[in-house]
């Protein structure tokens, strides 16, 4: 079991003792968990299809800088696209009320101790956010996964693209240490760059760890309290909607 969050490991399973004990049958609790969550992923995609929104999975590390990106985002996006969040977090709605005071769209689902949002957790979001002033209107859908690498990567929400963020302080060994965060993502962000000249973390090792797990993902590199790179992100945000609503008017 993980002991962060008591997900099933790939050897978890029951044994049916009740009858012949020298041929137990062994029922596969991690594939049934999986299913239905994926089952459930699924739905959610629809939905967002249904109403022409994209959906987007972030997910890192604690202190990658997530929340601020989200913040100067929407500033930038303001008046240009419909954007809305899902915060994921273990405690508290400090992230909820910092997206809030941006005039978007934010429902906070704390997970009590689990290490990750799952599809039942947002579907549920997802329908307490539409209700929300302007949760009718959604063009982009920010879910801001927990912070952490390794639980978020297994768990499909019905995203239709997952970014995985590193910041600068963490250094450049993640993809390694963390492969299925990358081989599970579209896009690979480092943040927190203006913070390069004071820390050991060599870009091009960090992107090439990464393209070598995952030949496809996307990748840029920006610090948003300072705007390096900011347009990069809003460009490929901006890309994602007009596909997403050509897609609709079809």
């Known amino acids: 079991m993980c002991d962060t969050c008591g997900c099933p490991s790939p050897s978890d399973h029951t044994h049916d003792h009740s009858h012949n004990h020298s041929n137990p049958k062994t029922i596969d609790v991690h594939a049934s968990l999986f299913a239905a969550n994926d089952a459930l992923a699924r739905v959610n995609r629809e939905h967002f299809d249904e109403i022409g929104a994209v959906a987007l999975n972030l ?6 800088g997530k929340t601020t990106l989200l913040e100067h985002t929407i500033e930038a996006l ?12 273990i405690e508290t709605e400090r992230d909820a009320e910092r997206i809030r005071a941006k005039g978007v769209p934010v429902i906070q689902l704390t997970t009590g101790g689990a290490c990750h949002l799952d599809a039942a957790m947002t579907h549920k979001g997802f329908h307490r956010l539409q209700k929300e002033p302007g949760g009718d209107k959604i063009d982009l859908l920010f879910i801001e996964n927990v912070g952490n690498l390794v639980c978020p990567a297994t768990f499909d ?14 250094g450049p060994d993640k993809p390694s240490k963390y492969p299925k965060a990358f081989i599970s993502s579209q896009t690979f962000v480092i943040t927190k760059t203006d913070l390069l000249p004071y820390f050991d973390f060599p870009v091009a090792e960090a992107r090439g760890d990464a393209l070598r797990l995952n030949p496809n993902l996307r990748t840029m590199e920006l610090a948003s309290t300072t705007g390096e790179g900011m347009e990069t992100w809003l460009n490929y945000l901006r890309e994602l909607v007009a596909a997403k609503k050509a897609q ?3």
């Open 59 to 64: 997910i890192s590390s604690p202190g990658s």
């Open 78 to 89: 303001k008046g240009e696209i419909n954007i809305a969040v899902i915060e994921g977090d």
């Open 157 to 170: 929400l019905g995203e239709h693209e997952r970014v995985v963020f590193v910041s600068v302080p963490e």
């Open 248 to 250: 609709k008017n079809v």
